[in-house]
C-alpha cells in the first residue's frame, strides 16, 4: 500500500523559509506526476505546485518566483522550498499523487510574528 507522508512544517516569521517534504512509503519503481495544494481553515484547497515524472514544474501565480519544487527520484521524496513567506492563516500543506488520487495528511504551516 503507497502512502504519503509530509514533513517539514512549523511556525516561521514573515519574510522566513521552510522546506517541506512528501515521502513515498511503500514499494514504487516508477516515477509520476506530484503536486502541492494547500488549505485554510473555511477556504478551498488550492493549487501550488506540480513536477512531472520528466521534471517539469508549474507555479501557482501566488507563489511564482518564491517556491520551488523538486524531487529527489532515489530517496522518493518531493520537496517544495517555501522562501519569502507571507503572513497568512495557518494552513495544512498537502502532498498529491496524481496517478493514484492520493493524498497525503499533510503538514501544517504557520507564518506569523
Known amino acids: 500500500q503507497v502512502q504519503l507522508v509530509e514533513s517539514g512544517g512549523g511556525l516561521v516569521q514573515p519574510g522566513g523559509s521552510l522546506r517541506l517534504s512528501c515521502a513515498t512509503a511503500g514499494s514504487s519503481s516508477s516515477i509520476y506526476a506530484m503536486g502541492w495544494y494547500r488549505q485554510a481553515p473555511g477556504k478551498q484547497r488550492e493549487f501550488i505546485a506540480t513536477?512531472?515524472?520528466?521534471?517539469?514544474?508549474n507555479y501557482a501565480n501566488s507563489v511564482k518566483g518564491r517556491f520551488t519544487i523538486s524531487r529527489d527520484n532515489a530517496k522518493n521524496t518531493v520537496y517544495l522550498q517555501m522562501n519569502s513567506l507571507k503572513p497568512q492563516h495557518p494552513s495544512v500543506y498537502y502532498c498529491?499523487?496524481?496517478?493514484?488520487?492520493?493524498w497525503g495528511k499533510g503538514t501544517l504551516v504557520t507564518v506569523s510574528s
Open positions: 498529491r499523487l496524481y496517478v493514484l488520487a492520493l
Open positions: 513536477i512531472t515524472s520528466g521534471g517539469a514544474t
